[in-house]
């Protein structure tokens, strides 16, 4: 059926009880996420509920899940400029980078319209990471469709890209549609692509070495502290003291696989001075 949101008052409520209960972080989330308060009386919409949330003491950061290009609106692009707790982080799904593929896919915009959007995030909100999901094999894909979206990838320079293979679903229009992609080349592309996402994913996170940043601590494992910082970046560092639901000033120090290492801005100065 058609996205149903719930009253604004209803969700702060829950949010306020989730706040007492010591959580730091509240992830928005929906099926149609962008859609929130179109079936509303009085207007309310997906930035209206970040501004509200805002307003709840102890909340340190707000995050938003997935949401659709078309829901990005000036208004929320806005609201995530000037805001001090929502987190420089959208997933945006694109699916495919050709225009023939997207048209096939139902999607309602093209690839020209993706790479606008995402240029115009980061111009207006630096730092900004971009995740995304891209579907590999998708009926009649050829090489140069798939190019394509390996260009897209290589031009938005995404955090991390959710790679699926294609598979036929009954019920739907792309089960009946002609030019079935062999399992072998969906295999072949999806790792040609995970290739570039990989980096892709280090070109952008280079981008933060030697700076400090905020980094939310959520839990440790084999001596590190693990958390990310608002444009979600994975970090660890290595600390006796416990660092659960903190939000604490790091410098992100080197890459280690997954990671970035990071140590504290008075262990950096005393360790430059040796």
């Not at 979600?232 to 416990?242: A, E, F, L, P, V």
């Amino acid at each position: 059926g058609k996205s149903r949101s719930r009253p604004l008052e209803e969700i702060v409520r829950e949010a306020e009880k989730l706040v007492k209960n010591n959580y730091k972080e509240i992830v928005l989330c929906g099926i149609c996420l962008g859609a929130y308060g179109k079936d509303l009386k009085g207007g309310s919409d997906l930035a209206d509920v970040v501004t509200a949330f805002e307003k709840i003491k102890g909340l340190l950061r707000i995050r938003l899940s997935s949401i659709e290009a078309l829901d990005v609106t000036d208004k929320l692009i806005n609201r995530m400029r000037k805001s001090k707790k929502l987190c420089r982080h959208l997933h945006i799904p694109i699916q495919s980078g050709d225009d023939v593929i997207l048209s096939k896919m139902n999607r309602k915009f093209s690839s020209g319209d993706y790479l606008k959007l995402i240029g115009k995030l980061k111009r207006i909100i630096p730092g900004i990471a971009i995740t995304t999901d891209i579907m590999v094999g998708f009926p009649s894909e050829r090489e140069s469709n798939f190019k394509n979206t390996l260009a897209l990838i290589k031009k938005i320079v995404p955090l991390r890209v959710h790679i699926f293979n294609y598979s036929k679903r009954g019920g739907t229009n792309a089960c009946n549609f002609k030019g079935e992609v062999g399992t072998l080349i969906k295999k072949e592309r999806a790792r040609r692509l995970q290739t570039i996402s990989e980096a892709c994913s280090l070109q952008f996170r280079k981008r933060f070495l030697g700076q400090t940043m905020k980094v939310l601590f959520e839990k440790k494992e084999h001596g590190y502290w693990l958390g990310h910082t608002d444009n979600y970046i994975n970090c660890r560092i290595q600390s006796g003291r416990d660092l659960k639901n903190m939000l604490s000033p790091v410098k992100l120090k080197k890459i280690n696989s997954g990671y970035i290492d990071c140590d504290f801005p008075c262990q950096t100065k005393k360790r430059s001075v040796k």
